[in-house]
Each structure stands twice: as C-alpha cells, then as structure tokens.
C-alpha cells in the first residue's frame, strides 16, 4: 500500500519522559497539520510494546493496561493536537493500577511543561535550552 511519507513522524521529533511503568513520547502538531479524516484539535495516541517485555500473551496484557491507563489520564492532561507515543516496560506488567496512572499523569504534565519551555525560546536562537531550562 501507499504511505505518506511525509507526515511519517521520526523519534527524533518527538519528546520523551521517563516513568518506571511506562515512556511517554509527544509532538505538537503544527498548526494546519491533521490527521486524515480527524480534526486538527485530536490528540492521537500509539502504543508500543517490544518483545524484550514478553511472549505475545504478555506484551498485549501490558498493551491492554496501558490503553485503560490512557483512556482515563489522556482526557484530562493531554494537549489538543498532540501526538503521543506510549511504550511499554518490563515493569509495566508488575506495576499497580494506580502506580501506572500515576507514572502517566507525571510524564504529560512534564512533557506538557517543557513544551512550553520550548515555545518560549527565540526563534532566533538567542536562548539555549540547558538541563530543562531556558538560559538567553
């Protein structure tokens, strides 16, 4: 089939934080840039589990945990018009509900917060972004 390569979206243009359930991984759309068929104010979301988690059975219960986490934290915390990529973890499986929810809620206010950070750095390249604050 046809992609689209040009809406394809590299790790390198996305955001990350760090949990001990879970990554977090985000980009904000530009504006005028929107999914097929979607609204540009959606906020999309991926999931990804690798097969250093465990067999099938295993990587798609974490899959199904995460999901459940997502449903509940993304509606409140998410950005509109971000595209976030959630990747499980080893102890994704091993970790409570609400540890899990937890991690989630963290990772999108950081990510949330140094968006901003970056949105208040010159264009011009006047400030540097140095150990997660704006220096000019």
């Known amino acids: 089939y046809w992609r689209d390569w040009s809406s394809d979206v590299c790790s390198s243009d996305l955001r990350k934080w ?7 991984q985000a980009r904000q759309r530009s504006k005028g ?10 906020v ?5 589990v690798t ?3 465990g067999n099938a059975v295993i990587r798609n219960r974490v899959r199904r945990r995460l999901k459940a ?3 509940e934290v993304l509606a409140d915390f998410a950005r509109d018009g971000q595209d976030l990529v959630i990747i499980g ?11 899990l929810k937890k991690d ?10 140094s968006a901003k950070e970056t949105e208040n750095i010159s264009p011009t390249g006047a400030g540097e972004r140095m150990g997660g604050k704006t220096v000019s």
């Open 18 to 24: 760090v949990t001990a359930g879970l990554i977090v």
């Open 104 to 113: 989630m809620v963290k990772a999108v206010r950081k990510l949330n917060a």
């Open 69 to 71: 986490v997502a449903a």
């Open 33 to 42: 840039e929107h999914p097929p068929g979607g609204s540009e104010a959606a």
């Open 51 to 53: 097969k250093k988690v």
């Open 44 to 48: 999309r979301v991926g999931f990804t």
């Open 89 to 99: 973890r080893m102890a994704t499986i091993k970790r409570s509900y609400a540890a």
